[in-house]
T-cell receptor
Framework: DQQVKQNSPSLSVQEGRISILNCDYT??????FLWYKKYPAEGPTFLIS?????DKNEDGRFTVFLNKSAKHLSLHIVPSQPGDSAVYFC????????????????FGKGTKLSVKP | NAGVTQTPKFRVLKTGQSMTLLCAQD?????MYWYRQDPGMGLRLIHY???????AKGEVPDGYNVSRLKKQNFLLGLESAAPSQTSVYFC???????????FGSGTQLSVL
C-alpha cells in the first residue's frame, strides 16, 4: 500500500518551459514534505521542502505547492533547464519526523524528468 | 568537506557470503540511515540511528544488521547474502530526524 504516489514515471519538457511534477499521499498524519533530485550513479540531493502549515514554498526556480484537502503536492520548475534532467522523488513524514508506522521518511517511486534543448 | 562517504561503491557476492558496508559522515549529524533502492521503487528504509550507540528498524530490516559505535560511522552488515538483497544501497545523515537528508553516492551490490 503506497502512502506516497508519483503516478507519472516520466515527463518530457522543452527547455525554458515549466515542468510540473506531481505527488499524492494517503496518510493524513503527514505534515512535512520534501523533494529530492537524483542524477544517475549519484545519491539523491535535497531540493526543497514544505511544512503543512504552508501551502507554498519557493526557492529560486523551484516552487512546491501543497493542497492538504486533496492530499496533493506539486513541484514547479520554471524555467526548465537541461541540467534539471534527473529523477525527482517526493517524500513525506509525520509529526516530529515520525512518518509511517516505523517512523521513517516515506518516498515515492520517482518521476524521471527530461528537459530537451 | 566530504559529506557522506560510502565504501565500497560496487560489490559482487555469492549467496551465503557476508559483508559490511561502511558509511562515514563529517557533518556531526546525529541521525544516520541506510536505504535500499530497487528498480522502479522508491527508497526504502532498512535501519536508522538517532545517535551514537543507538539503532532502530526501518521498513525492510530483515537480513540486515547495523552498528553505530561512533557518531560519524554507520555500518550495514549482511550476514548471509541472498539474491533478493541485490540492490543499490544508500547511506544518509541529517541534523534533524527525517529532515534534509544528505546522501552518499551509493553502493551497487549484486548477490549471485
Amino acid at each position: 500500500d503506497q502512502q506516497v504516489k508519483q503516478n507519472s514515471p516520466s515527463l518530457s519538457v522543452q527547455e525554458g518551459r515549466i515542468s510540473i511534477l506531481n505527488c499524492d499521499y494517503t496518510n493524513s498524519m503527514f505534515d512535512y514534505f520534501l523533494w529530492y533530485k537524483k542524477y544517475p550513479a549519484e545519491g539523491p540531493t535535497f531540493l526543497i521542502s514544505i511544512s503543512s502549515i504552508k501551502d507554498k514554498n519557493e526557492d529560486g526556480r523551484f516552487t512546491v505547492f501543497l493542497n492538504k484537502s486533496a492530499k496533493h503536492l506539486s513541484l514547479h520548475i520554471v524555467p526548465s533547464q537541461p541540467g534539471d534532467s534527473a529523477v525527482y522523488f517526493c517524500a513525506a513524514t509525520g509529526p516530529g519526523g515520525q512518518g509511517g508506522s516505523q517512523g521513517n521518511l516515506i518516498f515515492g517511486k520517482g518521476t524521471k524528468l527530461s528537459v530537451k534543448p | 568537506n566530504a559529506g557522506v562517504t560510502q565504501t565500497p561503491k560496487f560489490r559482487v557476492l555469492k549467496t551465503g557470503q557476508s559483508m559490511t558496508l561502511l558509511c562515514a559522515q563529517d557533518m556531526n549529524h546525529e541521525y544516520m540511515y541506510w536505504y535500499r533502492q530497487d528498480p522502479g521503487m522508491g527508497l526504502r528504509l532498512i535501519h536508522y540511528s538517532v545517535g551514537e550507540g543507538t539503532t532502530a528498524k526501518g521498513e525492510v530490516p530483515d537480513g540486515y544488521n547495523v552498528s553505530r559505535l561512533k557518531k560519524q560511522n554507520f555500518l550495514l552488515g549482511l550476514e548471509s547474502a541472498a539474491p533478493s538483497q541485490t540492490s543499490v544501497y544508500f547511506c544518509a545523515s541529517s541534523k534533524l530526524l527525517n529532515e534534509k537528508l544528505f546522501f552518499g553516492s551509493g553502493t551497487q551490490l549484486s548477490v549471485l
